[in-house]
């Protein structure tokens, strides 16, 4: 086999291996929150993991930075909430959780997503 | 004077006297020209001198008297987001504009169709590159301004498989022009791309464009509900007529409406009468006569009459303020359908990446030559034909069309996953009193003996049971008084209790009630045995009247069945369903109204406590149940069916326990409502299908799948087309939804 093949073939494997660990193993450090969080929605969400407590009231303070049109709603299946976040505009979002786990929240189409820990 | 105008929220707020104290507070500031708040928004608008007044004091004002202002939280007004998305979507036709025009003269001037047709200027690389350059990156700026914040957050999206699709294809086209005798080194001829990462981008940005505009019709229901909202209200107080903003009015406000307004806000009528039209808010298409004592809704039509009103509920309480809560929540919600989409588009972007790498080295080393070009192509074809938006798209959007549908016609859906399991119902349970019936007695027939009259039976009857408290009294009274009868002078009235009731008119003695009291009256009912039985069997309640010893006629009291009940229990017949009816009646009278409607299974005798027992039976039976009640006794079975439907007219707790609450009266909307899930489910299947099936069927075929075979390649421009139309196809086919009849 050339030499040219043998390194598209070893590239390419390094280019799937790169692919599955940038993209698919990353994990994330759980912000834990007391009261508020300021959320900034910029290619998707810092902090994009927060753990906030049960049976309490948070807000979650949403704002873009981000013009994608994916971006431009958040919803919060589990709790009901779908909003629209407009450029550069804090949206609060006030939860009271009333049951403990973890639950997504994502962009309206769902490419983009973030993790709510309930203890 | 320099003047400022700012908005903010405020919290804390819970009724209009918080927005007078709040106003007060603010206008007592020296800079201060006008402040407004909005009780319904929870925002504030002032209007000051920034000289005088700065933000921080602006905060204290509102602190100062218990509440919470958000000042550094910049408010745009719907206006202002309106006027931002119109702006967006007019930079975004623009950039389409110029990059098909740009893309469209690169592929004139390359494509091997057209080239010999184009002018030999757009045949030169060079100007090639020029045209593709501001396409690339002044258009696609958003798509790498999207991928390389995504990139910070490890995350890709669509935008990154443009990126690296159209990069690919430019990187490439710049070096066969800059460097063509490096191509002709390698074996390729230097033939450049431009035309591919023009048009790709191009053909993007205009799916995107139609996607916005499509995506805006999805949201339309619940701009529509908020539009419905009145502005003013006109109030009297202190004697005078004025009017108020909508945000003034405080509960127990006199309201003065004339025809042809608007109900400002939820209330009792206190003095006129009217038609109302309420089909805005309940879907009824007929207007509704409302009386003094009657309730009215906000934001419904005042038709003919003028009345005033007692205003009971404002603000976030208001029928139309909970729709849309309602409907807000419903579309926020998540359909169990969508979580196997929720789980293949996380990991979508990611795979594609990596099936682009799988793509480009089976063709580099197998393919046939020139491989690299062969290569290229066939890896940029994949990332561009992929489509992770179709499956993010395909359930919220049909979502967002059935429950703003439903809303419309006066059906408001909890959340999707009930929208979800109604499509399954297999049983459908009715309770009988004031859900199939409407839960107050009235006269059904009158039959008199002898020389006696129909209307001097009624007159006796109604006189007598004037004083009487028993239920079925009230029947008769009004059905007197609904005649113009005038009533006699009763004396010596007594009630037996268990029997009915006794008294003198005219110096006669008058008996009504049972069989139990004629027969402790020793009055015969020889001549009435037929008719009794007759009116018993069809589930009538008969009551007698002896006058001086005799028997001179009968009425029967009857909970009469609603208008709609036949009709929308034949609707539900024909969708296949089984069709219950529960009921506390005893056995001959629950069968016979059972029977009058072509209910066959009737669940009578059944105490209120019990009828949950009775929901958890027929799911054991392994049917999916839908229970429809309307009263507090409602509640449990509501809760324990798999969809629990509430009349509107039921209690705030029955609404509370139900999946699905009917904000008319009328019983053909439990079929609508079905219909609305099937409809709605319906679509979801096909967009998912759809979503799935071209992604599944399109990356292999622009891997080249088909190519040993057929010799088949898939065009990355065409690739393009394929994806711009796919996510559109989802959005549009979920606004079909909206023209379906599901009356």
Redesign the interface.
Known sequence: ?DAD?II??VV??L??IF??W???T?KGQAVSVSDSVDIVV?????P?IISISKGKTTKLNFTRR?????LEEV??????????L?????V?IELKPEKSGEFTY?C??????GKIIVK | MNQNKKTFSIKGMHCASCVMVIEDSLKKMDGVTQATVNLATEKATVIYDPIKVTDEQLSSAVSNVGYQALITEEIKTEDDEQKEKQQELHDLRFKVVVSLILGGLILWGSFPGLIKTSPVILQNFFVQLLLATPVQFWAGFGFYRATISAIKHRTANMDTLVVIGTTVAYIYSTVVTLLPQLMIKVGIEPMPYFDTAAVIIGLILLGRYFEAKAKAGTSEAIKKLIGLQAKTARVLRAGQEIDLSINEVVIGDIIRVRPGEKIPVDGIIVEGESSIDESMVTGESMPVEKISGDTVVGATINKTGTFTFRATKIGQETMLAQIIKLVQEAQGSKAPIQRLADMISSYFVPVVIMLAFLTFAVWYVFGPAPTLLFALLNTVAVLIIACPCAMGLATPTAIMVGTGKGAEHGILIKDAESLETAHKIKTIIFDKTGTLTKGKPEVTDITAFGSMDKDTLLKLAGSIEKGSEHSLAEAIVKEAESQNLVLFKVEKFQAIPGHGVEGMVDNQRIVFGNKRLMNKEGISLTLADDQIAKLEDAGKTVMMIGLENKLVGLIAVADIVKDSAREGLIALQKLGLEVVMITGDNQRTAKAIGQSLGITRVLAEVLPDQKEAEVRKIQAEGKVVAMVGDGINDAPALAAADVGIAMGSGTDVAIEAADITLINKDLKSVAMAIVLSKKTMRTIRLNLFWAFSYNIVLIPVAMGVLYPVFKLLLNPIFASVAMATSSISVVVNSLLLKRKKIV
């Open positions: 086999m093949k598209v073939i390419s494997f280019g799937i692919t599955y940038f993209f698919l990353k910029d290619g998707g969400y810092s994009e981000d013009p994608t049109s994916c919803v919060l299946g589990d709790f009901k909430i779908r909003r629209h407009p450029l550069n505009q804090k609060t994502t309206g189409m769902n490419m983009y997503h």
